[in-house]
T-cell receptor, first 115, second 111 residues
């Protein structure tokens, strides 16, 4: 149990386009989901906290208008990278926090490459 | 942001050797977690330590939480190539359940 999926697993796009990444909790409900970004050879950096039914909370330095987060249901959060640029190329990882369990479960990540 | 410093950053050892990875902070954490991440995958939780001075064992892995709950260590006995990966420590941020990760220790175990 406690499986989190991400789609797509990898995506290549042209500079200036927008890309949507989905994060789903497959067998539990998650009122809170988190989005992290990981550059090569570096650790995970928290981008934002996504709460079902309310606006996401962004970490300092993360542009909310560029990284749009929608937590439309208890099992789905989406991250849209708008007007992507090569510097947005990274490994994006989501995690989901079950409503009744104090442990985050991580998705497998999405590799974004912006040409 | 509560900073977590991990050392060493890189470690390359031969199969059968022992190693210790350290995670240090100037802040007190209610709990610390250790994760292992393989390339192209999300991190997988190994253990959560909660009580100061706590020691937890997971097969050949031994985790310790400092008495002051500011530091933790991971000791691997008789490392195997399957232990290769990025080891990350993480602590909950003061604002909630979001995690602050250390920079990680990249471990390579060669046969």
């Amino acid at each position: 149990g406690a499986v989190v999926s991400q789609h797509p697993s990898r995506v290549i796009c042209k500079s200036g386009t927008s890309v949507k990444i989905e994060c789903r909790s497959l067998d539990f409900q998650a009122t809170t989901m988190f989005w992290y970004r990981q550059f090569p050879k570096q650790s995970l950096m928290l981008m934002a906290t996504s709460n079902e039914g309310s606006k996401a909370t962004y970490e300092q330095g993360v542009e909310k208008d560029k990284f749009l987060i929608n937590h439309a249901s208890l099992t789905l959060s989406t991250l849209t990278v708008t007007s992507a640029h090569p510097e947005d190329s990274s490994f994006y990882i989501c995690s989901a926090l079950p409503a009744v369990f104090n442990e985050q479960f991580f998705g497998p990540g999405t590799r974004l490459t912006v040409l | 942001t509560q900073l977590l410093e991990q050392s060493p950053q890189f470690l390359s050892i031969q199969e059968g050797e022992n190693l210790t990875v350290y995670c240090n902070s100037s802040s007190v954490f209610s709990s610390l977690q250790w994760y292992r991440q393989e390339p192209g995958e999300g991190p997988v939780l190994l253990v959560t330590v909660v009580t100061g001075g706590e020691v937890k064992k997971l097969k050949r892995l031994t985790f310790q939480f400092g008495d002051a709950r500011k530091d933790s260590s991971l000791h691997i006995t008789a490392a195997q190539p399957g232990d290769t990966g990025l080891y990350l420590c993480a602590g909950a941020s003061p604002s909630g359940y979001a995690l602050n990760f250390g920079k990680g220790t990249s471990l390579l175990v060669t046969p």
